[in-house]
Nanobody, 126 residues
């Protein structure tokens, strides 16, 4: 399984970014996908997840309606739209694949994921 995240960059506070993660080497449409982040000096943190067939999503409390996860199973892509970016959103953002196919929910725990991608850096300036 290979995951490639993209879309990160340097943005001013209040701006938006759309992160994408392209997956290969797996039946993508059978697996929930998650986004996580690791800020400098902090532990990896759950951001958002989407169920294998889409529709059902999970978000961390800090996302406060600013983050939207979506997926395109025809293109093997999961996206994360981040609006109203804050300096505290600065982190490396990772995508990951659920360990279990066709799970009935969008998991939030890192322990439920595997095949982590290398991540894409988001830097938000104040």
């Amino acid at each position: 399984v290979q995951l490639q995240a993209s879309g990160g960059g340097l943005v001013q506070a209040g701006g938006s970014l759309r992160l994408s993660c392209t997956a290969s080497g797996l039946p993508f449409s059978n697996y929930a996908m998650g986004w996580f982040r690791r800020a400098p000096g902090r532990e990896r943190q759950f951001v958002a997840a989407i169920k294998w067939r889409g529709g059902t999503t999970s978000y961390a409390d800090f996302t406060e309606g600013r983050f939207t996860i979506s997926r395109d199973n025809a293109k093997n892509i999961v996206n994360l739209l981040i609006n109203s970016l804050k300096p505290e959103d600065t982190a490396v953002y990772f995508c990951a694949v659920d360990k279990i196919s066709r799970r009935s929910y969008a998991p939030m725990s890192p322990a439920e994921y595997e095949s982590w991608g290398p991540g894409t850096l988001v830097t938000v300036s104040s």
